[in-house]
């Protein structure tokens, strides 16, 4: 088992939730995890408190949001791909 386990990884390129999120498209589960963190980060963002935990709330925002932008593009990537090849099978027919 841990051979197969070992060939999957290696074909995912050391992805493999990544590359089956975007290949399954359901975002649900992520989207109301970020959601909910992204709720919290901004309230701590708008506290005056000090330690500069208002700063390391909104540097935590920026990058959930770089997240969701990575998903947005690999899923534009995806498309691109997939129409690549619907292409070339075209061509080859």
């Known amino acids: 088992m841990a051979a197969k386990n070992n060939n999957e990884e290696s074909i995912t390129a050391g992805y493999p939730r990544i590359e089956k999120l975007i290949e399954s498209e359901d975002f649900d589960a992520v ?3 970020f959601a909910k963190s992204f709720d919290e980060l901004a ?3 708008k506290q005056k408190s000090g330690l500069g935990k208002g700063k390391a709330a909104k540097r935590a ?3 959930y949001e770089l997240t969701m932008d990575l998903f947005k ?3 534009k990537l995806k ?3 997939l129409e690549a090849l619907k292409k070339e099978a075209a061509k080859s027919t």
Do not use: D, P, T, V
């Open 31 to 33: 989207n109301q995890s």
């Open 43 to 45: 309230k701590i963002a």
């Open 61 to 63: 925002m920026r990058s």
């Open 73 to 75: 593009e690999l899923l």
């Open 79 to 81: 498309y691109q791909m």
